[in-house]
């Protein structure tokens, strides 16, 4: 049997002395898209955060294996560089810290992992400016400051143009499709569809049917108070967008 | 169009520095090996006049003395003021906006370690109408270096429709560094714009997490964010190579940060 890209199991985890998730367990195969959709405090976030190896997240019980190796023992910086892509659900603003240089800068310590080559200036330049195009966002925007500033648009399309450049093995979306106008919401999904190959899965936390009508997900998850009760196709989004979550509940 | 700035400016009784009318002036003490004035107390600009200045403090057992900037009519003085290392110093200015249109633009970076302490003061007059003000001031310290910032800005009464903005922010790099800062506005009319900030604390975890989510290591993350917290200084020194000089000397504190 071939071992999935992610596998949870009997995970709980607490921040400060709530514990928000509770025994929840998951299987995400290679090339697989799954989505968690669920009630405003639910614990999506949290489970994002936790895969992501966000301080103050404590794992109280369970395992996550990523790759068949334990993700837990991993510092961020390493998940990172092994190909956990977390697109933050509130991108955070760093004045002074020009865009470029942040994005070469992640590019190569995630290239330098691998084993691959340091990127020129010149040649990331003509990178990035691809990358960036496909996303409708111009030179201007590549010059400046890390999110500072930026529409709530922009830090949701920025976070689209590092996972494009990163090109990570699990992408987890903290509702990346929150806060975009209807234009952008297609840039947006179309930009991640591409994205989509055999070897890369996506964990799409999510509130709204319609992104999942570009990512055509595997398996749809509904996340209430710290578990997964229910799983499903695609019906159970359009079922959710119709009735709320008061059948799950 | 491209300015030119000329290096000449006349010095009349050793301790004023004169800027003549609609002449712009370049100055730098204490860097790329340009002595700091240390008699010079005034600096008085002429109508239309301009001074860019940037000014570093050197050791010296020399007590600093007060200093102030007379800027006329349609006049304008830039200060870059950086100070970085374990030497103590104290800054004392006064800025007088004597001239309707005058206008003065401070960027003030302070990086301590070990046992400096400095002291900061600066004093914006706006005495005439339409005159427009700006402080960008920033500090880190380490070790166990202290450093206190005041910055006033009094509007007269004939200040009227000024222009004034002041921030300061802080970043504390050790738990025995002190850093205070106090922002001032005296405000003795009507009609006018005035803004300030003042923030003080230690690096942004948000801001770490963000850039260790993206591969970035611990050590590393830190470096991007303090070299970015001083970039709001450093990237407005408009002379190249002084900008550079400034760049390499601030790396190295940096790099030092988290070395020990």
């Known amino acids: ?249 | 169009m491209k300015t030119v700035i000329k290096k000449t400016f006349t010095i009349a009784d050793k301790k004023t520095m004169r800027v003549a009318q609609q002449e712009t002036t370049a100055l730098v003490e204490g860097l790329q090996g340009k002595p700091v004035l240390h008699d010079v107390t005034t600096f008085f600009i002429e109508k239309q006049g301009t001074l860019h200045h940037v000014y570093s403090p050197e050791p010296s057992n020399e007590a600093t003395k007060p200093r102030t900037v007379i800027v006329n009519a349609n006049a304008s003085y830039e200060l870059h003021y950086v100070a970085i290392g374990s030497l103590s110093s104290e800054h004392q200015l006064t800025v007088r906006l004597c001239g309707d249109n005058a206008q003065v633009t401070i960027f003030s970076l302070t990086a301590l370690d070990g046992t400096a302490v400095n002291k900061e003061c600066i004093h914006i007059i706006h005495e005439a109408a339409n005159a427009a003000s700006s402080v960008t001031q920033r500090t880190l310290a380490r070790d166990q270096s202290s450093s206190a910032f005041t910055g006033t800005v009094t509007i007269s009464p004939e200040g009227k429709k000024a222009d004034a903005g002041l921030s300061s922010r802080g970043l504390l790099l050790s738990p025995v560094a002190h850093i205070s800062s106090k922002p001032e506005f005296e405000i003795l009319t009507d009609d006018v714009g005035c803004k300030h900030g003042a923030t003080i604390g230690e690096l942004d975890d948000e801001a770490l997490f963000y850039l260790r989510s993206r591969g970035l290591s611990e050590p590393q993350a830190k470096q991007v964010l303090l070299t970015a917290f001083t970039e709001d200084v450093i990237n407005t020194i408009a002379p190249v190579a002084l900008q550079k000089t400034i760049k390499q000397k601030m790396a190295a504190f940096i790099k030092n940060v988290y070395a020990k």
Not at chain 1, 52 to 74: C, E, F, N, R, S
Not at chain 1, 147 to 160: A, L, Q, T
Not at chain 1, 186 to 191: D, G, L, M, R, S
């Open chain 1, 1 to 249: 049997m071939t071992t999935p890209l992610l596998h949870i199991n009997n995970l709980s985890v607490a921040v400060g002395d709530t514990t928000i998730i509770k025994y929840l367990s998951l299987t995400l195969p290679a090339g697989e898209v799954q989505v968690i959709m669920g009630p405003n405090g639910s614990g999506k976030s949290t489970l994002a955060a936790t895969l992501a190896g966000k301080p103050g997240y404590t794992v109280t019980a369970g395992t996550i294996a990523y790759q068949g190796t334990d993700l837990l023992t991993m510092l961020s910086e390493e998940r990172a560089q092994n190909g956990v892509f977390l697109a933050f659900q509130y991108p955070v603003e760093i004045p002074g810290l020009n865009m470029i240089e942040f994005l070469r800068a992640s590019l190569n310590a995630v290239r330098e992992h691998r084993g691959q080559t340091v990127i020129e200036p010149m040649d990331f330049l003509d990178l990035v400016r691809k990358k960036a195009k496909t996303l409708h966002l111009g030179d201007a925007f590549l010059n400046r400051a890390v999110n500072h500033g930026f529409s709530g648009g922009e830090k949701k399309r920025n976070e689209v143009l590092q996972l494009s450049l990163l090109q990570p093995q699990l992408a987890i979306l903290d509702e990346t499709d929150s806060g975009l106008d209807a234009d952008a919401m297609i840039t947006v999904a179309n930009a991640i569809a591409e994205l989509r190959s055999k070897e890369r899965s996506f964990l799409v936390v999510t509130h709204y049917a319609k992104l999942l009508h570009y990512l055509k997900p595997d398996r749809v998850h509904v996340m209430v108070n710290g578990n997964i009760v229910h799983s499903g196709g695609n019906e159970i989004a359009t079922q959710i967008e119709r009735e709320g979550y008061r059948s799950f509940q």
